[in-house]
């Protein structure tokens, strides 16, 4: 694309976690310099403008404390939090040929000694670029047999939650929603962090829709909704039983779509049952009324939009509440109207060929001889200091100790569940930590060597998205900063050094592109809904629609309308053959987590906390930009209190106070806020670095797993408050 004789304009897509995956448009001046990133005004759903985390990206890129080059760490210097602003000063710089051959004969060494599997890969969407996320990585960790990781911090409990129910993750097209008369956003915040499904809120609002949020906390979607309730953390699975016991009570269910399209009615009827809007207000703190109320709304109102986010699944219960929640639509029929239905994730819809990119039968030539053990990410600081301990006892369980970790896209040391036995895994003096990062960050302060990583500006990536129907490329639109390089390249080169002779670690990363879209002899994918694409359309366009999406006014997208749904009964399952197969309940039920006000340790920390993410970091990634700081800063270093919680701690407005439970302790300042349920308290996510106390909420959250995933419960933890003493 040419802007004028001196500029050049590139087309990217912003690969940061987050259901939008917006085309940005990058204007590079005749020096190879990005002087201007704008959204593309030319793909439908992100519509030309960026998100205040990303309009400002050219901060990012060319901050001037980006780590540039190859460091290793200077003997002597301790594993421990450094000093913001001086972390090089512990590290020396060194050569891409130094580090890849150190790094390669450490991990042969370690393969060697303790076995392959005492290698740990941890890495999760620091960028969700296709290659980026998951391609040469897999390649590399497959032939080394380093352990495999289960990727499950973010959605998985959702994310498996709703495949048990429909199989495969499809959602109502984002552009529909401008169609709904009824949008319930549940643990959803729109404003904050889905901001392109916005313009379309507002469009239905002014054609006459109500916004609902259902959310402990008052988001900033929440704060302008037409009805914003707020229940209690972890009891979304006991509300949406109850607003089918009012439906089906009142007769208000679609009999012919259950008829057709589902499978365990009978079963679930009798299940509702059981949630009285009275039993279930006691849980929720909502009153009968408003139960009841709200289940007519849903069931009445055409058409009815569901935008469900990872923040419910984010409990202990989250699965079973996940499964719940998604059933209302297929109890309603809500899916057959245009603009009905709802949506968790479009990703489903992205048939990549993840066989080509990941190649799993590489483990056959590692020196294990098939795939090797798995290691729940979510688990970090078990696996980092209870891992093989067994083995040392002479028992194999679990195999051998995890004594070399090599992270990229992600920072543990700031996002893992139970900070501190994270901290204390990445201190042992043991652990060979190789972290590839575009900034100092609290897992680099452990590493033994940072190496300097690319952002989606300096390479190539092809890319879906979980909140639309578009295929995008990203092209590279500047060259890498300093000796910056892409997951792709590091993980090539170093299985080069590692010996790997297979012919896949040569492979360029337009040659992945096109073994991810399948491009077949006749230029075309072979993917299952890709099949009209081809390179030279995207290359030309940038966003290519899914197949089905490719003319919604004549043939509008409504999923699971027709059948067979790709689960084991071809239906969708109100009753879960796969979870009656394993032995579990094969209804969903609501459970209160084991760290709730209902549970014995509330004795103790009778406080839930929601561990919150923030509107303008994506996790922990951008934390550090000042910029993006100043953004936050109302709620910096603060724990929301309601005020009846803080008057009978003795704590105002203003006080510092001490959070803890058994697992940590963070000193926070106290902010009074009403519009909390009494009993929950909230606190942003941040860098522990840059905490005085060299800690983040993650201190306090546990390693516990969801019911469905084995995913993190960030937003099941029991704390106590008390005001510091002066
Ligand atoms: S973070 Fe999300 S909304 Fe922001 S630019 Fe990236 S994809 Fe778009």
């Known amino acids: 694309m040419a802007a004028s004789p001196e500029l050049r304009v590139i087309h990217t897509v912003?690969?940061?976690?987050?259901?939008?995956?917006?085309?940005?448009?990058?204007?590079?001046?005749?020096?190879?310099?990005?002087?201007?990133?704008e959204g593309d005004p030319g793909q439908p759903v992100t519509r030309g403008f960026l998100c205040g985390k990303v309009a400002k990206y050219l901060d990012r890129v060319y901050a001037p404390d980006r780590v540039l080059y190859p460091m290793r760490r200077k003997p002597g210097v301790a594993k421990a939090p450094l000093q913001r602003g001086r972390e090089h000063e512990a590290f020396g710089r060194v050569s891409w040929d130094e580090a890849l051959d150190a790094i390669a004969a450490r991990l042969q060494e370690t393969s060697d000694r303790y076995g392959p599997e005492s290698i740990l890969p941890y890495s999760y969407a620091g960028t969700i670029g296709v290659l980026g996320f998951g391609s040469m990585d897999r390649r590399f960790f497959h032939r080394l047999g380093g352990s495999q990781l289960d990727r499950t911090i973010c959605s998985e409990a959702g994310g498996q939650a709703w495949n048990l129910v429909y199989g495969r993750k499809f959602g109502t097209p984002t552009e529909d929603f401008r169609l709904a008369k009824l949008i319930l956003a549940w643990g959803a915040n729109i404003h904050g962090n889905n901001i392109h499904l916005w313009p379309f809120v507002e469009e239905a609002r002014r054609n006459g829709a109500r916004l609902i949020v259902i959310d402990p906390y008052r988001t900033r979607t929440a704060a302008v909704a037409d009805w914003h309730i707020a229940i209690r953390p972890g009891t979304d699975g006991s509300l949406a039983l109850g607003l089918m016991h009012v439906i089906l009570n009142e007769g208000l269910e679609d009999r012919a779509y259950i008829a057709e399209m589902t499978h365990g009615f009978e079963a679930l009827a009798e299940r509702a049952r059981e949630y009285t809007p009275e039993r279930v207000a006691a849980w929720t703190g909502m009153t009968p009324g408003e139960i009841e109320q709200l289940a007519r709304e849903y069931a009445t109102t055409r058409p009815a939009a569901l935008r469900l986010n990872y923040g419910v699944q984010r409990a202990e219960n989250g699965g079973a509440a996940v499964r719940a929640i998604a059933m209302l639509p297929a109890l309603t029929g809500a899916w057959k109207t245009r603009g009905g239905g709802g949506q968790l994730s479009t990703s489903g819809a992205f048939a990549w060929d993840k066989k080509a990119l990941e190649q799993p039968d590489l483990a056959l030539a590692s020196p294990l001889g098939r795939l090797a053990r798995v290691v729940n990410m979510s688990e970090l600081g078990r696996a980092l200091t209870e891992l093989g301990q067994g083995r040392e006892q002479g028992s194999d369980a679990g195999g051998p100790a995890v004594h070399a970790l090599f992270v990229y896209n992600s920072n543990p040391g700031a996002v893992a569940p139970n900070h501190n036995a994270v901290r204390r895994g990445l201190e042992r003096t043991d652990l060979f930590t190789v972290v590839h990062e575009q900034f100092f960050t609290d897992t680099t302060d452990y590493a033994d060597f940072v190496l300097p990583a690319t952002t989606f500006l300096e390479h190539t990536d092809v890319q879906g998205a979980y909140g639309h129907y578009f295929v995008q490329l990203s092209q590279q639109a500047i060259e890498p900063r300093g000796e910056a390089r892409s997951n792709v390249w590091l993980f090539g080169k170093l299985a080069q050094r590692m010996g790997f002779?297979?012919?896949?670690?040569?492979?360029?990363?337009?040659?992945?592109?096109?073994?991810?879209?399948?491009?077949?002899?006749?230029?075309?994918?072979?993917?299952?809904?890709?099949?009209?694409?081809?390179?030279?359309?995207?290359?030309?366009?940038?966003?290519?629609?899914?197949?089905?999406?490719r003319a919604p006014e004549a043939r509008p997208f409504l999923p699971y309308t027709s059948g067979p749904v790709p689960t084991p009964s071809g239906k969708i399952e109100f009753f879960s053959e796969t979870l009656a197969a394993a032995g579990r309940d094969p209804l969903p039920g609501f459970v209160p987590p084991v760290e709730s006000r209902w549970s014995e340790g509330a004795k103790k920390f009778p406080l839930e906390l929601l561990a919150r993410k923030n509107d303008n970091y994506m996790n922990s990634t951008f934390a550090n930009l000042p910029g993006h700081r100043k953004m936050e800063a109302r709620t910096n270093q603060r724990l929301e209190m309601h005020p009846a919680d803080a008057k009978g701690r003795g704590v105002g407005e203003g006080d510092q106070v001490r959070v803890f439970n058994d697992r940590g302790a963070i000193e926070l300042t106290a902010m009074l806020n009403a519009h909390l349920p009494a009993g929950v308290v909230a606190a942003r996510l941040d860098w522990a670095k840059l905490h005085p106390d060299g800690a983040n909420v993650n201190a306090l959250t546990s390693e516990r797993l969801t019911d469905i995933g084995g995913g993190a419960t960030f937003y099941s933890t029991l704390v106590q408050v008390a005001k510091n003493r002066v």
């Open 501 to 549: 002779t297979e012919a896949c670690f040569r492979d360029t990363p337009e040659e992945m592109i096109r073994q991810a879209l399948a491009i077949g002899a006749d230029g075309h994918s072979a993917n299952a809904g890709m099949e009209h694409i081809t390179m030279e359309e995207l290359e030309r366009e940038g966003h290519v629609p899914l197949a089905f999406h």
């Open 14 to 37: 912003c690969s940061h976690d987050c259901p939008d995956s917006c085309a940005v448009l990058v204007t590079v001046n005749e020096e190879g310099r990005a002087v201007k990133v």
